[in-house]
């Protein structure tokens, strides 16, 4: 008797908690839909007030050349720069690596520019945003070397470039080039590649943060000398090339980033299937202290850098 009571109590209560489950997760999906078809509007009215185009079905090759040509496009807005007359495509782009646990979904903002034929492929990669969203480097490629320039600019940004290039890709970075750089593209990656300029950053941006940028990007290319009129002949073949352009260019694949810390991690994993006892303790606390006091490290070291950066950037605007 009691136990037909007890089953009495115990199936309304599991079919109210599956119920009250099921609810909750059809909201929150229903949630998810409307909000992502306020995002797309508020995108769709931005551009048609802004006189650009929102591309309903995201051109994935427009990345074919970027450090991060995989993924979803989830917005595209195409367009033309209107004092620099470069155009450009936005992309806020996600992407899905690993898979059970080890499952994870970088978002990023991709901005590429059209520029003259460089002849080229370098990247200047920020310290103070190290990729640390994305799950990669992108400044660590096959055969490049990594030069950190003289001065400030070498504190906040690392720059990779081919030997054979040097010269060229420096006259890139001039001196006032370097420090409109460091005032307003901190928390950007730049990459330079043939006749695409490629901005990322770690987070997607709204149409609002995308707006502001537009100016500042509009002056990067004039600051950068990568407008549609910022051109030469090519003495080799007589056709329009960037300023600084070479004469033959340069390619060079990316190399895929490990980090040392999910080498840890995946090594503390394995040893505590294997070892019983105070043994597996002692790796797991092992394991823990390492990974706190990397993770200590590298955030004192951003906040270093972060600290500095203000200070560097206080004292030239004086």
Known sequence: MSDQIA????????????????????VVFIKAIKNAAAQKLAWQNWAISSGFQFVEIPD???????????????????????????????????????????????NRTIITINIPDTKLHLIVNSKINNDTASGGNIGQYVGSQRYSLEGDFGEFFDVFM????????????????????????????????????????????????????????ERLCSELKLRPQDVRRDHTNNTLVARTATAAPTHRGLKKDFKIMGIILSVGIIALQFLQGSAAMYVFFGVFIITLMKTAIDGGREMKLKRKYKQVIAKNKL
């Open 60 to 106: 994935k090759s427009v990345l074919s050349f970027s450090s991060f040509n995989e993924g979803v496009i989830s917005t595209q807005i195409s367009g033309v720069l209107q004092q620099a007359g470069n155009r450009f495509t936005f992309n806020n782009q996600s992407e899905v690596r690993g898979s059970g646990k080890n499952k994870k979904t970088y």
């Open 162 to 217: 081919p030997d054979t290039t040097q010269s060229e890709a420096l006259s890139i970075l001039a001196p006032d080039s370097m420090l409109y750089i460091m005032e307003n593209f901190s928390d950007y990656d730049i990459e330079i590649n043939g006749s695409i300029m490629y901005l990322y950053t770690y987070k997607q941006l709204n149409h609002s943060e995308f707006a502001n940028m537009l100016p500042l990007i």
């Open 7 to 26: 089953l009495s109590i115990f199936l309304p209560l599991f079919f109210f908690i599956f119920f009250g489950i099921f609810v909750a997760i059809i």
